[in-house]
């Protein structure tokens, strides 16, 4: 008879396996499954985030940001060294010891906190089964009082770009490019396509982006995304928008890539093509028919607020279900389920999610932009400040880029905050726990900042949200 547990996690990424620690830590026994297996043919936890997606996409960025560093900017301040060469061996090298090491973390963390690790493919075959078909076919039946499931999501494929081997690939492709692209063709200008596009084009490739929408970034506030745009136009990517991906041929060793924008049909040769259109929730094989779990029109797994599906004490978490497509919605989810099923009240605030793309300058967010505020009726008044004004940015040789603070124009409460800046990912903390406390633009107006620190440009935005930025010459007079 096989075990039987509190709860079983079906996938092993940064929305199941928090959910199973979390689970082990409010002393549940707890299993979780997961079926993939790295090149060596070794389970391996982490899933999408860890193993070809948020891990290993920022040491590339990372490594081609300090080799342009090196190779633009040292000079800028005095540091003369030889041309720097890029020796893409080594840096795949040191993203592929990145993700070991963090993926081996997980998998120590199972062990510190007493959770049982499944090997293979998880499928629920009811409210209280999940059966676990190993790697060399043998399936055995847990049963559980509770199932999570977290099985993520996969890139979108579309008709008119099949995949190739080599030439046409998906993000995971484009992870593994062994030498610099010629001409990279990257279709899609969301968050995927700009930090992969990025990566290649500080490493020497002529990069891009066609893209089918004629906004850029419309999910980030107009400000913050005229000046990336125009930021990410300077450094050499060609972004094209209202060019739709119509179709591709494979001639020899090159893509033939047609596409339509508004002076008709158009088409570019590239020698790799990244597909980066978007995810789809994997839920291919994880229940059983008959088990009853409901999907939505999407295909992602029917759950309300906590998680819940519509069978009782089944859960689904992260990139499967709504919501943003990000790894810490997904741990965040984990948390509040696995806390549901210990008998706590537990719930997540989706207003104050952040969102981040890694290019150089980073973008972050979160909240309303401008626009939805009036597009919603909401009556606001916004701060910006330029970083150009900042003495910690200067002094950094970062000057890029501005944050915008948008507030209620009754309340004062924060509904906003939109940044491009250098360690914009690491700033907008500032923004998220100031509207998970629910605070009023006045409240970080009243906060002493530590100077010099690139955070006092948030300082000041909130100043400016009544006009009384210190440091910007044009300010409102009372
Ligand atoms: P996943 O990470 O996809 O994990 C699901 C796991 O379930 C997988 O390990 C899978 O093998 C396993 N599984 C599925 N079905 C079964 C089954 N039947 N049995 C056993 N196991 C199963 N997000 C960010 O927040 N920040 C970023 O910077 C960022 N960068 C990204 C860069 C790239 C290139 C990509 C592709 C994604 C990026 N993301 C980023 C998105 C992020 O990776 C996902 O939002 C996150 O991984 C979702 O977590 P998850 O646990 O829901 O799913
Ligand atoms: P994201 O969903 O953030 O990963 O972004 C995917 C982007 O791909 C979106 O901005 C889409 O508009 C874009 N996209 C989808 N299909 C096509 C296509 N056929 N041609 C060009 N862009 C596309």
Same mark, same amino acid.
């Given at each position: 008879?096989?075990?039987?547990?509190?709860?079983?996690?079906?996938?092993?990424?940064?929305?199941? =396996?928090?959910?199973?620690?979390?689970?082990?830590?409010?002393?549940?026994?707890?299993?979780?499954?997961?079926?993939?297996?790295?090149?060596?043919?070794?389970?391996?936890?982490?899933?999408?985030?860890?193993?070809?997606?948020?891990?290993?996409?920022?040491?590339?960025?990372?490594?081609?940001?300090?080799?342009?560093?090196?190779?633009?900017?040292?000079?800028?301040?005095?540091?003369?060294?030889?041309?720097?060469?890029?020796?893409?061996?080594?840096?795949?090298?040191?993203?592929?010891?990145?993700?070991?090491?963090?993926?081996?973390?997980?998998?120590?963390?199972?062990?510190?906190?007493?959770?049982?690790?499944?090997?293979?493919?998880?499928?629920?075959?009811?409210?209280?089964?999940?059966?676990?078909?190993?790697?060399?076919?043998?399936?055995?039946? =847990?049963?559980?009082?509770?199932?999570?499931?977290?099985?993520?999501?996969?890139?979108?494929?579309?008709?008119?770009?099949?995949?190739?081997?080599?030439?046409?690939?998906?993000?995971?492709?484009?992870?593994?490019?062994?030498?610099?692209?010629?001409?990279?063709?990257?279709?899609?200008?969301?968050?995927?396509?700009?930090?992969?596009?990025?990566?290649?084009?500080?490493?020497?490739?002529?990069?891009?982006?066609?893209?089918?929408?004629?906004?850029?970034?419309?999910?980030?506030?107009?400000?913050?995304?005229?000046?990336?745009?125009?930021?990410?136009?300077?450094?050499?990517?060609?972004?094209?928008?209202?060019?739709?991906?119509?179709?591709?041929?494979?001639?020899?060793?090159?893509?033939?890539?047609? =596409?339509?924008?508004?002076?008709?049909?158009?088409?570019?040769?590239?020698?790799?093509?990244?597909?980066?259109?978007?995810?789809?929730?994997?839920?291919?094989?994880?229940?059983?028919?008959?088990?009853?779990?409901?999907?939505?029109?999407?295909?992602?797994?029917?759950?309300?607020?906590?998680?819940?599906?519509?069978?009782?004490?089944?859960?689904?978490?992260?990139?499967?279900?709504?919501?943003?497509?990000?790894?810490?919605?997904?741990?965040?989810?984990?948390?509040?389920?696995?806390?549901?099923?210990?008998?706590?009240?537990?719930?997540?605030?989706?207003?104050?999610?952040?969102?981040?793309? =890694?290019?150089?300058?980073?973008?972050?967010?979160?909240?309303?932009?401008?626009?939805?505020?009036?597009?919603?009726?909401?009556?606001?008044?916004?701060?910006?400040?330029?970083?150009?004004?900042?003495?910690?940015?200067?002094?950094?040789?970062?000057?890029?880029?501005?944050?915008?603070?948008?507030?209620?124009?009754?309340?004062?409460?924060?509904?906003?905050?939109?940044?491009?800046?250098?360690?914009?990912?690491?700033?907008?903390?500032?923004?998220?726990?100031?509207?998970?406390?629910?605070?009023?633009?006045?409240?970080?107006?009243?906060?002493?900042?530590?100077?010099?620190?690139?955070?006092?440009?948030?300082?000041?935005?909130?100043?400016?949200?009544?006009?009384?930025?210190?440091?910007?010459?044009?300010?409102?007079?009372?």
């Amino acid at each position: 008879m096989a075990d039987k547990f509190d709860v079983i996690v079906i996938g092993a990424g940064p929305g199941g =396996y928090v959910a199973a620690i979390r689970a082990a830590q409010m002393g549940l026994k707890t299993a979780c499954v997961e079926k993939w297996v790295n090149k060596e043919g070794k389970t391996v936890h982490g899933g999408t985030c860890l193993n070809v997606g948020c891990i290993p996409s920022k040491a590339l960025l990372e490594t081609s940001h300090k080799f342009v560093e090196a190779r633009d900017h040292f000079a800028e301040v005095g540091i003369e060294v030889d041309e720097p060469k890029a020796n893409i061996a080594k840096m795949l090298e040191f993203k592929n010891s990145v993700i070991n090491k963090n993926v081996g973390g997980i998998s120590a963390l199972f062990k510190a906190n007493g959770v049982t690790s499944l090997e293979g493919k998880g499928k629920v075959t009811s409210s209280t089964e999940v059966e676990v078909t190993d790697h060399d076919g043998n399936a055995t039946t =847990y049963t559980a009082d509770n199932i999570v499931i977290a099985a993520g999501s996969v890139p979108v494929e579309i008709p008119p770009t099949p995949l190739t081997d080599d030439l046409i690939v998906t993000s995971t492709g484009a992870l593994e490019f062994t030498e610099v692209p010629k001409r990279l063709g990257v279709i899609g200008a969301g968050v995927i396509g700009l930090e992969l596009g990025s990566v290649w084009k500080r490493l020497g490739a002529e990069v891009t982006v066609l893209e089918a929408m004629d906004s850029f970034l419309p999910m980030v506030d107009s400000a913050i995304a005229k000046e990336t745009q125009k930021l990410l136009k300077k450094q050499g990517l060609d972004i094209k928008l209202g060019a739709r991906v119509t179709g591709s041929e494979v001639k020899d060793s090159e893509v033939v890539v047609k =596409y339509t924008d508004a002076d008709g049909e158009q088409e570019m040769t590239f020698d790799k093509l990244i597909v980066c259109v978007g995810r789809r929730p994997y839920t291919q094989g994880v229940i059983a028919d008959g088990v009853g779990v409901e999907l939505d029109e999407r295909g992602f797994i029917f759950v309300d607020d906590q998680c819940r599906t519509n069978v009782p004490n089944v859960y689904a978490i992260g990139d499967c279900v709504r919501g943003p497509m990000l790894a810490h919605k997904a741990s965040e989810e984990g948390v509040m389920v696995a806390d549901i099923i210990a008998g706590h009240k537990a719930e997540m605030n989706y207003d104050a999610i952040p969102s981040v793309i =890694y290019t150089s300058p980073e973008v972050a967010w979160v909240g309303m932009t401008e626009q939805d505020a009036k597009a919603k009726g909401i009556e606001v008044k916004t701060g910006s400040f330029p970083f150009s004004a900042n003495g910690r940015a200067l002094a950094n040789n970062a000057p890029e880029g501005m944050a915008k603070i948008i507030a209620d124009a009754e309340t004062d409460r924060i509904l906003g905050m939109h940044i491009v800046s250098q360690h914009a990912g690491e700033l907008i903390a500032q923004g998220v726990i100031a509207m998970e406390f629910g605070s009023s633009a006045e409240d970080l107006a009243l906060t002493c900042y530590a100077h010099p620190s690139t955070s006092e440009a948030i300082h000041e935005a909130a100043l400016a949200v009544e006009g009384h930025a210190i440091h910007m010459a044009n300010r409102k007079k009372r």
